[in-house]
T-cell receptor, first 118, second 109 residues
């Protein structure tokens, strides 16, 4: 089975703090993603990466940055957390290839990280 | 622009059949996905369509019409555990999936 692991399930941070959300996948997937999910707004893409050290902005990159130094790891960074960044953050990965019976391009999500900024 | 529409909420009873519709307008198309998400949990993959027609997988089926920009997810023999949000997502030419806002399905006894 595909395993996408997010390091923190629940976090509470103060406004202005720097926040790191870590994500690791064990499927050797090329692509990794960070989404946030908010009631009434659905899943929105923050950033994604299609290779080591490569990154692309999604729909809502403002206030975030990412790092992908190794293929299996993709980090989301909030440089200075604000209350409007309180949300559920979902990491995901995918491969363009059909691997082990899975359809190519299917994305697999981690458990989610609930971040509250106070 | 991108637009993926699905109903916000649906209700049904145990044992019934329910159809969740999804319409999309995207600049490209490389497949349509359905995900299930229980409250407080991550979305899990249900189905994938890239060609027109019906894909059946147990109690769940998904249909696609590319010319109409339309898909549906059909759930048969509903069970209480099927109460969840169902997310329609489209892959355009790029890498990421674009998600609809989801349909919350409530199944009652």
């Amino acid at each position: 089975d595909v395993k996408v692991t997010q390091s923190s399930r629940y976090l509470v941070k103060r406004t202005g703090e720097k926040v790191f959300l870590e994500c690791v996948q064990d499927m050797d997937h090329e692509n990794m993603f960070w989404y946030r999910q908010d009631p009434g707004l659905g899943l929105r893409l923050i950033y994604f990466s299609y290779d080591v050290k490569m990154k692309e902005k999604g729909d809502i990159p403002e206030g975030y940055s990412v790092s992908r130094e190794k293929k299996e790891r993709f980090s989301l960074i909030l440089e200075s957390a604000s209350t409007n960044q309180t949300s559920m953050y979902l990491c995901a990965s995918s491969s363009p290839n059909n691997l082990r019976g899975y359809y190519g391009n299917t994305i697999y999500f981690g458990e989610g990280s609930w971040l509250t900024v106070v | 622009g991108q637009n993926i529409d699905q109903p916000t909420e649906m209700t049904a009873t145990e044992g019934a059949i329910v159809q969740i519709n999804c319409t999309y307008q995207t600049s490209g198309f490389n497949g349509l996905f359905w995900y299930q998400q229980h409250a407080g949990e991550a979305p899990t993959f249900l189905s994938y369509n890239v060609l027109d027609g019906l894909e059946e997988k147990g109690r769940f089926s998904s249909f696609l019409s590319r010319s109409k920009g339309y898909s549906y997810l059909l759930l048969k023999e509903l069970q209480m555990k099927d109460s969840a949000s169902y997310l329609c997502a489209v892959k355009e030419a790029g890498t990421a999936l674009i998600f609809g806002k989801g349909t919350t399905l409530s199944v009652s006894s």
